[in-house]
């Protein structure tokens, strides 16, 4: 969703803001504008391609999501199983998430983009915008980890001890697990207005985040250090309970009698390929942005990464870049992971085999006369 490019020095105000009064400012402002002008210095600026970038990413988003948030709803509408209807009340809670977090942070960097983005000098400063940013930052990224590993914490109870799942996961404590997530992420994303870490604004001055590149204090490197923990914390647990999930619905397959047939467990092997997908989608997703992350935030606090800003600068963007795919990804894992649509696959799949045998079957050695055979006939 960011893109780099050149600074355009033309478009800058060679005079400060209202809210940067120093003359120091003014002057360092000038003399890097007067550099820039020469050729002297590269700056990053926001792009036109850029713009675009966000608003196809935008769109394809929203009606990712839109799509999913429909097909959730009638199947929740439709759904008599008491475990089925949890599920899906996690689910449909996960993808409203990415959706409302996919709008407004997504709408606050299109913002970014369209007014040029802010100046190189003031990237490691922050306003109200850059807070509401980072903490929508935070928050979305946050809820998505919680929900994904209470999902599989739910279904890991519903394969493992079934009796207990249906005598405490009820819809009410469902909602309230729901609630306590969102809770818990506002809490982590407020963080810094009680002086507990901060935000600023990032490279190219298109997005803000917690400070993890310059001017690091001991309260900004424990708030990455609480948020990228609390994220693969997270994700590990997701790992462990879809793994437990996972193995008793194959050992339970293998147990299985011949000819007896069980849809409980086919509705359990649904909802766990679905986790498996989210938490699969979410690793790769969030896991750069989580680590980058910590050991930038790490190694400027120690003052070691003057050497390889540059480098880390990228590997933040990039980062950021993946993190924002999971929101769109997200719905379509529960979408193309539903039972009927991979029984069409496998439908599908089976016929083009079965095509395929059958041309291979015609062209088997046993199907033609013998070569020699032939020829002693012709004699």
Request: net charge positive; hydrophobic share 45%; glycine share 8%.
């Amino acid at each position: 969703m960011l893109a780099l490019s050149h600074y355009n020095s033309s478009s800058s105000p060679l005079l400060p803001r209202s809210s940067n009064g120093s003359g120091g400012k003014v002057e360092a402002r000038v003399a890097v504008e007067g550099l820039s002008q020469q050729g002297n210095l590269t700056l990053l600026q926001p792009t036109t391609s850029g713009v675009i970038v966000v608003i196809l990413s935008m769109t394809l988003g929203i009606i990712s999501n839109i799509v999913a948030l429909f097909i959730l709803a009638n199947a929740y509408s439709q759904q008599r199983r008491r475990n089925k209807a949890t599920f899906l009340l996690f689910a449909s809670s996960l993808v409203f998430t990415d959706f409302i977090g996919h709008v407004i942070p997504g709408a606050l960097v299109l913002r970014l983009y369209l007014s040029g983005g802010v100046h190189p000098d003031d990237f490691n400063s922050s306003d109200g915008m850059c807070q509401f940013l980072g903490g929508s930052m935070v928050f979305f990224g946050l809820c998505p980890l919680f929900m994904g590993c209470a999902m599989a914490a739910e279904r890991c109870l519903g394969v493992t001890k079934p009796l207990l799942h249906s005598s405490l996961v009820t819809k009410t404590r469902a909602k309230i697990c729901l609630s306590a997530i969102w809770l818990a992420a506002l809490f982590v994303a407020l963080l810094p207005c009680f002086q507990l870490g901060s935000y600023a604004y990032q490279d190219p001055g298109t997005w803000c985040f917690i400070k993890v590149l310059s001017d690091t204090q001991e309260v900004d490197v424990a708030f990455v250090v609480l948020f990228s923990g609390l994220g693969m914390a997270s994700l590990a647990l997701a790992l462990v309970c879809n793994t437990i999930s996972g193995l008793t619905l194959v050992l339970a397959r293998l147990r299985r009698k011949p000819g007896s047939h069980h849809s409980a467990k086919s509705h359990d092997i649904e909802m766990v390929v679905q986790l498996v997908g989210i938490m699969v989608t979410s690793c790769i997703c969030w896991s750069p942005l989580l680590i980058f992350g910590l050991m930038s935030a790490i190694r400027s606090y120690t003052g070691s990464i003057a050497e390889d800003l540059s480098s880390y600068k990228t590997l933040m963007v990039m980062a950021v870049r993946l993190a924002t795919w999971n929101q769109i990804l997200d719905p379509w894992v529960y979408i193309l992971l539903r039972r009927t649509v991979l029984r069409k696959i496998y439908l599908i799949a089976k016929c083009q085999a079965g095509r395929r045998g059958t041309i291979i079957g015609r062209w088997e050695p046993t199907s033609f006369p013998s070569s020699e055979k032939h020829q002693v006939n012709q004699v």
